[in-house]
């Protein structure tokens, strides 16, 4: 398995001087660090980090919050002085709950169980999918899709190869087919895949290697600024660059 991508959020800078410790031991672990709760947040939603080590009782927010708003596949693990909120904690779906001070031997622990469950959710995202172009089954890598246009009773999806797709579909049917934690629907007539998002306003999507922005449509915009941006993002008429 690769390095796991990690971000862990605590105000208390010798909590997070601990877990750098811990990890690089460990090893396998590319791991930022935050003191700064919403700077944090704001780097969970633009880096979409495979694992997040959240304390909870923080000066001016939650890390339960916080764990609400991730993306589902992201995993979390709670690190706090509180007993108390381990049950809530789990509830949230945690991998675990680390009661400060812990030791590197449990720490290694909830490492392997954030290591399986990541496995576990990489297994079961399918690698391509499959579509009718006339009367032949055409099968498209998710990693070679562009963006996705509705076309009439069309969609067209273009790919980074150049061998552009239409298949008669609809768009309600292809974002079922496609994970939800790698693409969003920006618009009635357009997808996008999540990774090759560069920048937006509040009205257009620039991705990395299209030279056009596409149009963000008005009913599409929290789902926009949820998973890819932070929130002042969509209401500013700058270009931000993730």
């Known amino acids: 398995m690769n390095n796991i991508t990690c971000i862990a959020i605590d105000d208390e800078p010798m909590a997070l001087i601990v877990i750098e410790q811990f990890c690089r031991r460990r090893g396998g672990i590319c791991l930022t660090t935050y003191s700064e709760p919403q700077t944090g947040i704001s780097e969970i939603r633009r880096t979409k980090p495979q694992l997040v080590f959240l304390d909870i009782q923080m000066s001016n927010i939650s890390g339960l919050d916080i764990a609400r708003d991730l993306q589902p596949s992201t995993c979390f693990i709670f690190t706090t002085a509180h007993a108390q909120y381990a049950l809530e904690g789990f509830n949230l779906d945690a991998v675990d709950f680390l009661h400060k001070p812990f030791a590197y031997e449990r720490f290694c622990q909830a490492i392997d169980k954030a290591a399986r469950r990541i496995k576990s959710m990489s297994d079961c995202t399918p690698q391509h999918i499959v579509v009718k172009q006339e009367y032949a089954d055409i099968s498209i890598p998710l990693h070679d899709i562009l963006y996705v ?93 993730l």
């Open 149 to 241: 246009e509705a076309l009439g009773n069309y969609v067209k999806i273009i790919r980074l190869s150049g061998s552009n797709v239409l298949t008669r579909t609809n768009m309600k049917t292809l974002m079922q087919m496609l994970p939800e934690e790698l693409f969003v629907r920006i618009h009635r007539s357009y997808i996008i895949p999540i990774r090759l998002a560069a920048s937006f306003n509040r009205q257009y999507m620039w991705l990395k290697g299209l030279d056009k922005p596409l149009p963000i449509g008005h009913q599409f915009a929290n789902a926009v600024n949820k998973t890819i941006g932070r929130s002042s993002f969509i209401h500013n008429k700058k270009t931000h660059r």
